[in-house]
C-alpha cells in the first residue's frame, strides 16, 4: 500500500519569504500523479499543484512549484513570496494511475503553516 | 468551484442515534468518495463509488455505510453514532478525466456525545 509522509509537522515564514515543504512517497507502482492541497481555516480543501510521474519537468502555478524527485520518492511544495493569505494546513496526496474510480487519494498528515507579517 | 454541497454542516448527536450525512454534487460526475479528517491522521477514505448503486470500502469503512440511488446524491450513515466518529467528513468528487484529481465539498463536522 502506498503511504504519504509529511515530516513537518508546522513550519513558519516571514511574509515575502520563500519557504519548502517537505513530502516523501512510498510506491512501488511507475505511473501516479501527486498533489498538494491547501487548507485554511475555512476547512475547505483547494488543490494548489499537481505533478505527473512520467513528467520530468517540475509543475510550478504561479508563487508555487514542486521539486519532484521520482527516483528519492520526494515531492516537495515551494512556496515563494509568501503572503498571510498563504497561511493553512498544507496536504501531500498520491493517486495511482488507473480507472474505475479506485484510484484513491493517500494523504500525508499535514503540514500547519504560518506566515509571520 | 465543482458544484458540490453536504449537508447538514454541523450536527450535534449523541451516542447510539443514526445519523446521514448527504453529499450533492450539481455536475454528473460519476466517482464519488467520503472522507474523515481527524487531527494528525490527515484525511483518510471511508467509502467511495463509481456509479449509481456501485460502492465500495475504503480503509476505515467500519460503522458506516453509503448508498447512491442518484448520481448526483451520496449518502454517508452512521447507524449508530459513536464518540469516536467524532470528525469532520469531507465528500469529494472526481471528474472522469485522465489524471484528474479530487474536488472537495465544504465539510461536515459531526460532534458525537
Known amino acids: ?117 | 468551484d465543482a458544484g458540490i454541497t453536504q449537508s447538514p454542516r454541523h450536527k450535534v448527536t449523541e451516542t447510539g442515534t443514526p445519523v446521514t450525512l448527504r453529499c450533492h454534487q450539481t455536475e454528473n460526475h460519476r466517482y464519488m468518495y467520503w472522507y474523515r479528517q481527524d487531527p494528525g491522521h490527515g484525511l483518510r477514505l471511508i467509502h467511495y463509488s463509481y456509479g449509481v448503486k456501485d460502492t465500495d470500502k475504503g480503509e476505515v469503512s467500519d460503522g458506516y455505510s453509503v448508498s447512491r440511488s442518484k448520481t448526483e446524491d451520496f449518502l454517508l450513515t452512521l447507524e449508530s453514532a459513536t464518540s469516536s466518529q467524532t470528525s469532520v467528513y469531507f465528500c469529494a468528487i472526481r471528474p472522469w478525466i485522465a489524471g484528474s484529481t479530487q474536488y472537495f465539498g465544504p465539510g461536515t463536522r459531526l460532534l458525537v456525545l
Open chain 1, 1 to 117: 500500500a502506498q503511504t504519504v509522509t509529511q515530516s513537518q509537522p508546522e513550519m513558519s515564514v516571514q511574509e515575502a519569504e520563500t519557504v519548502t515543504l517537505s513530502c516523501t512517497y512510498d510506491t512501488s507502482e511507475s505511473d501516479y500523479y501527486l498533489f498538494w492541497y491547501k487548507q485554511p481555516p475555512s476547512r475547505q480543501m483547494i488543490l494548489v499543484i499537481r505533478q505527473e510521474a512520467y513528467k520530468q519537468q517540475n509543475a510550478t502555478e504561479n508563487r508555487f512549484s514542486v521539486n519532484f524527485q521520482k527516483a528519492a520518492k520526494s515531492f516537495s511544495l515551494k512556496i515563494s513570496d509568501s503572503q498571510l493569505g498563504d497561511a493553512a494546513m498544507y496536504f501531500c496526496a498520491y493517486r495511482s494511475e488507473g480507472v474505475g474510480g479506485s484510484e484513491k487519494l493517500v494523504f500525508g498528515k499535514g503540514t500547519k503553516l504560518t506566515v509571520n507579517p
